[in-house]
């Protein structure tokens, strides 16, 4: 929007109302105000995740950083509304930083709801224990300060925090929640103003709009009671968060945040570190070598390749390949026609196998078994890989893309089943996680070439980059088999699979079942790990569900993503393995 087109008195409003908030105030309330309402001073807000302290109620400031030197651990307090940023720096430099967010701001008189319902999902106060574990399960998944259940079910009928979650309808799995404060019950706001904070949805739900949805039910709720305005703060590099902000009408304010120089705060105060653009899956590991004091050493940013460094003792890694592991093993799992056999050797269920030779041979093969996948023997990350191939036409055309990956192409049975990842470390099961395919979910307007391209944008987002849904042929060979096409529209809360495939790296989610594991998959993925004697392997099963017996192993992986198993402890037990002495360092 140009300034030239903006009303002088809407100028001078912003500008105004800004410098009025962030002044401070001595909390006395004025002449003839008393009350529960009357203006506080020294005020903070415990929010489960750490304390809001707002800085214009305090009028003096040592007082101030005083209070925030109080941040309890495992917690991050936010000094907000903060006047005078470098003079607070200047009384504790080495135990402050100025926040790298910004604040924006949303007038509740110029809001305007949306007509759009959700669909398929709906927003709520949050009620119970299991809406407060979903919430803890979304703030894991997106790295956030974890916030006890206890706390948000204790304060569900705060006057101060209102906590909202976003629930499937079909499941009742929360995908998305957010806390909206009340600034005028927390310190009787003379400014009678409102902030939105933790704004969190699942990087795997499939609905369009959740956030947008959980921002307007904050502003519609602030607005209803009476509040002049909505501020929030972000990372000045979230550009996502930040366009649907400013879709909203939200506009940057000059108001700053402090906080602490606390483990949890560190990448936002040492800058950027050696090895800054690794993937998620070396970051992960580099992270965890880092907070035990192991020197880490980037080798090949783009490749993923590093060397840990610890008590005279170097160890190179590729993500969670590391020298550890023997190529004989590497060979045995990268070649998925031998661990077939090894797997087999060792008494464990494995499907049906042939080598892609003459159509006619090729044929009898899906003769036999009815319904058949194709892949490449060697590669990766899905690619080349068709599943459930029903025809001999299909199965030509499938045959020759895997061998644009791979000259040896594998013909193998197709089993129904979920898709488990068993990751084990030192012969032990680490976690544990079922992979669903791809899909998207109707709105009644977006067509399915529109909803699989903003799909794939949150997978993007919500995995640096490593998870994307490809509009390829096996795209269009799924819509087809649905009877679809990448124009049509999709009814509200139509939910379509457009992959086949579980990989996470075509657009599939992860969802983890570790503590619900079976024992016997617990059993047979230890008893691989020894047939392939292999120290870190990642080993994908069909199953009935995790927690029954039975089991078809389809690979072995021998360079797990260790990240996307968060928040199971899959990087401190990798760096056990390479340095059992740093075991237990904080």
Known sequence: MSYARVKPHRLERAASATLRHTRRYTGRPPAGETGADAPRADV????????????????????????????????????????????????APQELFLDPSHTFRLWLTDYRPSRRRPKGYSVRRLRTREDAEGVQRIYARRRMVPVSSSFLVASRNSRVLTHFVACDDSTGEIIGSVTAVDHAHAYGDPENGSSLWCLAVDPQASFPGIGETLVRTVAEHVQARGRAFLDLSVLHDNETAIGLYEKLNFRRIPAFALKTKNPINERLFTGPQPGEQLNPYATIIVNEARRRGIGVDVLDAEAGYFCLTWGGRSVVCRESLSELTSAVAMSRCDDKAVTRRVLERASLKVPAQTVAGEPEENAAFLATHGRIVVKPARGEQGRGITVDVRDAETMERAIASARQHCDTVLLEQFYEGQDLRIIVIDKKVVAAAVRRPAEVTGDGSHTVRELIEAQSRRRAAATGG?????????????????????????????????????NLHTGGTIHDVTDSLHPELVEVATVAARALDIPVAGFDLLVEAPDRPGHVFIEANERPGLANHEPQPTAERFVDLLFPQTRGVL
């Open 466 to 502: 490593e998870s994307h849904i490809p509009m390829d042929a096996e795209t269009d060979r799924c819509l087809a088999a649905a009877g679809k096409s990448l124009d049509d529209v999709l009814a509200a809360g139509e939910v379509l699979p457009v992959r086949k495939t579980a």
């Open 44 to 91: 903070t807000v415990d929010c489960g995740w750490g304390r809001l302290i707002f800085a214009h109620t305090f009028d003096d400031l040592d007082r101030m950083i005083d209070t925030l030197r109080q941040e309890a651990p495992g917690t991050r307090d936010i000094v907000f509304y903060l006047q005078d940023p470098h003079v607070a720096l200047s009384r």
